[in-house]
């Protein structure tokens, strides 16, 4: 690896941007394109951002391939070719690699380089920023393109480490291999990450054991490798494929055709009817079988007893079944999508322990304690989630006006304009921040809607400010003062005039 370049003291910036995963490289490309200097800085040593950290066993991404991918350039999404309907996560970060590469965006991305500090100087109206390698820098923009899932949520338990064995976390996991081969391993948690990694941990541990506090709603993926008639029909008409997604709820899934018709008004053979058929093709597209899944708890509790007799049908023990059986409602929290999850109950050497209510007792140094018992384990995975939408903005200590910081200034929960902006912060723009519909939708739609919204935000400040004028007030106030005034001077004979004849 090449040495990490000196640190930076350049205040002539148009942009800064924080993070280097789709977001940030987008933004990027975008402003070079409107002609504006930018620099990025990325903690990570390459791009990617979430398909950067998050190499878990088992990643993928629960939006079709050919809907999860960058719009903004029709070269791009017609040469780059997918291989499965669900993407993984190393083909989506060579993706985000190709994409570096072709855009050429490297060459003004600082890695390896956290950013520490953001303070907006009022007497200049720029934001300085501060890195962990020394960098102070200046742009007039400040472009946090952090991510909404980037920052690890790890559980202050008891006894946190203590343990003798290996630990890892889903969201910060090593770059090498990790191999669980006749090992005992242990699970905490049991959201996406956890469904996603746990059938393939399982594959290789001599025993598993998954710590669960709140059982999740999942659906078949049904992944396969992409087929080559559906690429050619997307890609023959992929302008009017992403219109027709950006029409939907979660900027996803268009061409899933479900009856526009309510749960409550069709019997319980069309239940049955719809969504097996949803179950059968797999993905996302299983709570739209009807359309007031999430508008009416009658409606929902419908779909939930559905997913309950799949999870009973599938699990052999009942109790584990009813381990399994989410009682929340379906759809509150974002739908997993699984490879193979409930089956892994039914392997003998697969245990599913139930910590409620008292949670986690202890990490030990032989194991974790939990649910009354001690169990031994050679290794643990944390698939504890992130400090959502938020973490990855307030862990830099970002001021805005009379040095109000961030933190205080969300205080009573983050408060934003359109999730893009926020008061007392010029300049400041937050991608996929919290009030927009980020996590609930295709992501890579939702970045790059916001990228376009603040480059024409940009170009609009361009084009009514003068670069470089000095900023002061230039009409004068109170129209017959002034006619009066003018009034006099010419009854003067216009004295005080520089007049040539
Ligand atoms: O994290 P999570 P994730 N003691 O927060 C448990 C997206 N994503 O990394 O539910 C014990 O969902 C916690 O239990 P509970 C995905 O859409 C997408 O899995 O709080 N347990 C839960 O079971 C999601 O929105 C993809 O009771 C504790 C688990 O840890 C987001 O990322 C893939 C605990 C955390 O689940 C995060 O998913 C992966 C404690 N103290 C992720 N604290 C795809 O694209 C937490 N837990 C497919």
């Known amino acids: 690896m090449s040495a990490l370049p000196q640190p930076e003291t350049d205040i002539g910036f148009d942009l800064i941007i924080v993070g280097a995963g789709f977001a940030g490289m987008y933004m990027l490309h975008k402003a070079r394109g409107m002609g504006l200097r930018a620099r990025v800085f990325e903690a990570g040593d390459g791009v990617g951002g979430t398909w950067y950290w998050n190499r878990y066993p088992g990643a993928r991404c629960d939006v079709e391939s050919m809907e999860y991918s960058y719009q903004f350039s029709d070269d791009l999404q017609q040469d780059w070719r997918w291989t499965e309907r669900f993407a993984p996560q190393p083909e989506i970060l060579r993706y985000a690699n190709h994409v570096a590469d072709r855009f050429d965006l490297r060459a003004d991305i600082r890695f390896e380089t956290r950013v ?6 009022e007497s200049s109206a720029r934001w300085t920023v501060r890195t962990d390698r020394g960098d102070v820098v200046t742009g007039q923009y400040l472009v946090m393109a952090t991510g909404c899932l980037s920052s690890t949520n790890m559980p202050a338990f008891p006894g946190l480490g203590s343990f003798k064995g290996q630990s890892y976390h889903t969201g910060a996991w090593p770059h090498e291999p990790v191999d669980f081969t006749g090992k005992r391993v242990g699970v905490i948690g049991t959201g996406s990450s956890a469904i996603q990694s746990i059938p393939i941990i399982a594959e290789q ?16 993926a049904r992944n396969a490798p992409l087929d080559p008639g559906y690429e050619a029909e997307v890609k023959a008409e992929y302008t009017a494929f992403r219109e027709r997604n950006s029409q939907m709820m979660g900027a996803l899934g268009a061409r899933i055709q479900v009856p526009d018709r309510p749960a409550l008004s069709a019997t319980p053979e069309q239940h049955r009817q719809e969504f097996d058929k949803a179950w059968e093709r797999g993905g996302l597209g299983f709570q739209r079988s009807f359309n007031d899944l999430m508008i009416d708890s009658r409606a929902n509790e419908i779909a939930k007893s559905y997913v309950h007799e799949r999870i009973r049908a599938m699990v052999k023990d009942p109790a584990t079944a009813e381990l399994l059986c989410p009682t929340a409602v379906l759809g509150c929290k974002r739908m997993c999508v699984d490879s193979g999850y409930f089956d892994t109950f039914n392997l003998p050497h697969v245990k599913l322990v139930d910590i409620r209510p008292k949670g986690i007792e202890a990490i030990t140094p032989t ?44 205080s009573a929960g983050p408060r934003t304009y359109l999730g893009l902006n926020v008061a007392g912060f010029p300049n400041l723009f937050t991608i996929s921040g919290p009030g927009s519909p980020s996590v609930l939708t295709n992501m890579i739609v939702s970045i790059e809607q916001h990228v376009n919204w603040i480059g024409g935000c940009i170009d609009w400040m361009r084009a009514n400010n003068v670069p470089g ?16 005034r003018c009034n006099q001077v010419a009854a003067s004979g216009y004295e005080g005039f520089e007049l040539r004849a």
């Open 116 to 121: 520490l500090s953001a303070q907006f100087e």
């Open 205 to 220: 541990a001599s025993e598993l054991v998954v710590f669960q506090r709140t059982a999740n709603y999942s659906v078949p």
């Open 367 to 410: 194991g974790v304690r939990a649910a009354g018992q001690d169990f031994a384990l050679d290794a643990i995975v944390y698939a504890t989630g992130f400090d959502a939408m938020t973490g990855s903005l307030l862990k830099v200590d970002i001021r805005g006006r009379d040095g109000l910081r961030l933190a205080d200034a969300w």
């Open 469 to 484: 004028k000095t900023r002061v007030f230039m009409p004068l106030l109170g129209f017959p003062p002034y006619v009066e």
